[in-house]
DNA sequence: CTATTAATCAAACAATCTTTAGAATACTCC
DNA sequence: GGAGTATTCTAAAGATTGTTTGATTAATAG
């Protein structure tokens, strides 16, 4: 093998990982599955698409070893193959924010009004939950709670924080977060709370950015703590 | 516009940016640009291609805002559009190197003598350059040097080093590095050495990776370093 | 064994990407 | 203006990708 056979075939590989992630489907399965393992339905079902080509883009994740499937009697659950691939999403993610002009134009657009909304970054609210000042409130969907959160935190999806207003406090300020900077739940939930009277106001990151910060983490209610917190692991 | 379009047109403007990065050709041009801003005709002789083909992938490169073209006179120098560009090459080429059995056959096949060289990291590089323990020798194209390089470190391009064993101490260690990891260049020089009595090692990582972790960089010669160095950028 | 459910496969088609060759453009030098 | 050079554009062929439809496989329950 000659040094031009050799580089081409390297670069080869590494381009099967930027294939992998070079669609907008599966850059949804893969910031799906940064919250929480699911089944190719519960997949197709958040992602909007049919059950078979959700297959079909899992398995172009699968041979790029960027996920693994685990079958469950009739189940498949697909999960990241390691947390660095949510590394890898996020750090695409984030040049993409920075770069393109269009992206700016999108949240302008349909995330007009979030300007108005209150945000905290991570380590502001380390800070104040030290202190005790704040309330914080997980508004993703249960099963992404379960698979981990930041501790202390309640669990009321979105959808169900209506019925739940009774057991949040007035006498302190509410944090609401969700899946990551461009998810809505937050948003949706701050404005609602903010309607009712309650002081209620956003992370501007998601769950898995605040993991991937080596913040301490909370799973089933029992402490999981990963010891002292460190920022930026970028 | 709904939720599920505005899903759709944010992912979409993120997979464009994943997309520009899923060809061989272009991740090797990245690569080659992360060394240095380069003309096309250059990019294309390194990279073994066509002026015409490589206008046409910088060109997608380009949409995507990875690189920047500037016309001086007559030709059209390249460059990263910022140096997080490489941050992201770089993410993606270490999960590959994790994730994927078939970079690791690549390099036992091609760079199989690679076990026999002495390799020491920057951590340890930075260490024995401050007790002056060590030359440091880059063997990378000039013009790359030119675009900055370790402090202190004697640039000889590695078809030049026979020329010049007569400038290289015998009595002191030899550090060899050039573009990264998978460079065979800093192998060579390191294998050439060894063969006429010098006491000669690789550095495992290349001048973009040093760089990015934060160490001292000089620039044609005159200092241009950027503070005290800080480990780990990733 | 049969029925049911979850997931994958196979085939087909449209859409997109890659490459080459040759033409066109942009600039410099004379 | 004309010649020469670097780069880009155009067109076309060939390969790859994304999606749907309908069939098929794998496991479970009765």
Redesign the interface.
């Known amino acids: 093998?000659d040094?031009?056979a050799?580089?081409?075939?390297?670069?080869?590989?590494?381009?099967?990982?930027?294939?992998a992630?070079?669609?907008?489907?599966?850059?949804?399965l893969v910031?799906l599955l940064a919250q929480a393992p699911r089944r190719v339905e519960e997949l197709a079902a958040e992602a909007?698409m049919t059950v078979a080509n959700t297959s079909a883009h899992l398995q172009v994740l699968r041979r790029?070893?960027?996920v693994e499937a685990e079958r469950e009697g009739v189940t498949v659950t697909y999960r990241l193959?390691?947390p660095?691939?949510f590394?890898?999403w996020r750090?695409?993610?984030?040049?993409?924010t920075?770069?393109?002009a269009?992206?700016d134009r999108?949240?302008e657009?349909?995330l007009a009004d979030r300007d108005g909304l209150e945000a905290i970054d991570q380590e502001e609210l380390h800070r104040r939950m030290q202190d005790g000042s704040v309330a914080v409130l997980d508004v993703r969907p249960a099963v992404e709670y379960e698979q981990g959160h930041i501790p202390g935190a309640r669990s009321i999806p979105v959808d169900e924080l209506e019925r739940h207003l009774a057991d949040l406090p007035k006498d302190r300020e509410i944090v609401a977060y969700c899946r990551g900077p461009?998810c809505?739940y937050a948003d949706r939930a701050v404005r609602l709370l903010s309607a009712r009277g309650f002081r209620a106001l956003r992370l501007v990151d998601g769950f898995p950015e605040w993991q991937a910060a080596g913040y301490p983490v909370e799973r089933h209610g029992s402490a999981a703590n990963r010891g002292t917190p460190q920022r930026s692991?970028?």
Chains 1, 2 share one sequence.
């Open positions: 093998m040094k031009r050799f580089k081409d075939r390297l670069y080869g590989e590494f381009a099967t990982v930027a294939k992630l070079a669609n907008p489907h599966r850059l949804e910031d909007g790029a070893r960027l193959a390691t660095d691939v590394t890898l750090t695409l993610r984030d040049l993409g920075r770069q393109l269009e992206v999108l949240v657009t349909f461009y809505v692991t970028t």
